[in-house]
Structures are given as C-alpha cells and as structure tokens.
C-alpha cells in the first residue's frame, strides 16, 4: 500500500469526473488503499487533513478517504441526499493547492450518502457546518470541480509560505 503524490493544481486529472464504484469488482480496492494510506501519511507529517478524493491521487474512482471526528472511512461513491437552504461562506483549503485558501459558500448542513468498502450502504445525517463544508468540498472533486471554481470574488484568495513537499513524499514533483 504505497503513499502517492498528491496533483496539483493545474493537473488536469483534478477536473476530471471520477468513475462510479463497481463494489462487485476489485479494480478501485488498491486505490481505496492507497487514498487511505496518503491520507494518514499527510496527517502524519503535516500534522492536519481530514479528508483526501481519490482524483486528488490520480486514481479515477468516486471515492473520499475521510479521518476526522466523522470517524476513519473510504466512501465509495458518496453524493449529498440533502443540503439546507442555508448558505454560509467559508475559507477552503485543500492538499492539491497547498498554501492557498480560497473563499467559497457552502451549505450550512448537508446529508451524505455512500457505501463502505463492504458495500453496505451509509448515511451522515444533517452535519454541522465544518463536516457539511469538508463534505461538499471532497464531492466536488469527484466532479472535477476546484475550490478556485467556487470563489466568490477574484480577490477571495489568499496565500501563505508553505512548501509541498508533504504531499509529494518522494519529494517528486508533478
């Protein structure tokens, strides 16, 4: 179970739309272990990710790996069953774009959806904002959707000193 570089912002794999999930196939269970496996590696050595999409790895397959307080999980082809009226901005970061945080609106709350590896089928009711913005922003990497497509205005970007090196473990960059 390999730790893999993490894409970059501009690559265009990261816009890409990642293939469903066929649980009765084996093909995605290698990238379900190496989404899982860089993930604690980022955590490990960056001290901070709660979440990583499998585009984010180069693999093409709707899946999230998630280690937060919603628990340590891959989610095969999650979606959102509900969302609430309320809108509320927020300032997204992401691996993908290190050193960057982006102003977005997201959903105050949203409801998920997804199987597990065992195929039994999942669901994260009503989810406080921070979890409901970590949700809708892994999601929309499965659709090949960036946080800098989000933005709320041009200027609602901001930078910091930061070195990607974390996400590229072999100090490779692509």
Same mark, same amino acid.
């Given at each position: 179970?390999?730790v893999r570089?993490?894409?970059l912002?501009g690559d265009?794999r990261?816009t890409?739309?990642?293939?469903?999930?066929?649980?009765?196939?084996?093909?995605?269970?290698?990238?379900?272990d190496?989404?899982?496996?860089?993930?604690?590696?980022?955590?490990r050595?960056?001290?901070?990710?709660?979440a990583l999409?499998a585009p984010q790895?180069?693999?093409?397959f709707?899946?999230?790996?998630?280690d937060?307080?919603?628990?340590?999980f891959?989610?095969l082809n999650?979606?959102?069953?509900w969302s609430s009226?309320? /809108?509320q901005?927020?300032?997204?970061?992401?691996f993908?774009?290190?050193g960057? %945080?982006? !102003?977005v609106?997201?959903?105050? *709350?949203?409801?998920?959806?997804y199987?597990?590896l065992?195929?039994?089928?999942?669901?994260?009711?009503r989810?406080?904002?921070?979890?409901s913005e970590?949700?809708e922003?892994?999601?929309?990497?499965?659709d090949?959707v960036?946080?800098t497509? /989000?933005?709320?205005?041009?200027?609602?970007?901001v930078a910091?000193?930061?070195t %990607?090196? !974390?996400v590229h473990?072999?100090? *490779?960059s692509?």
């Amino acid at each position: 179970m390999p730790v893999r570089d993490v894409l970059l912002f501009g690559d265009p794999r990261l816009t890409a739309k990642a293939e469903t999930v066929d649980i009765e196939k084996d093909s995605w269970r290698t990238d379900a272990d190496d989404l899982q496996q860089t993930l604690a590696h980022l955590k490990r050595t960056m001290g901070f990710g709660r979440a990583l999409a499998a585009p984010q790895i180069g693999s093409c397959f709707r899946m999230v790996a998630f280690d937060c307080e919603l628990g340590t999980f891959v989610a095969l082809n999650p979606r959102i069953v509900w969302s609430s009226d309320k /809108r509320q901005p927020v300032w997204d970061d992401c691996f993908s774009l290190p050193g960057t %945080s982006v !102003a977005v609106t997201r959903s105050a *709350s949203v409801t998920m959806e997804y199987s597990g590896l065992d195929g039994r089928v999942q669901i994260l009711a009503r989810l406080c904002p921070s979890h409901s913005e970590l949700v809708e922003h892994e999601l929309d990497h499965l659709d090949g959707v960036l946080m800098t497509h /989000r933005m709320i205005s041009p200027v609602s970007i901001v930078a910091s000193q930061m070195t %990607s090196r !974390a996400v590229h473990p072999a100090g *490779s960059s692509t």
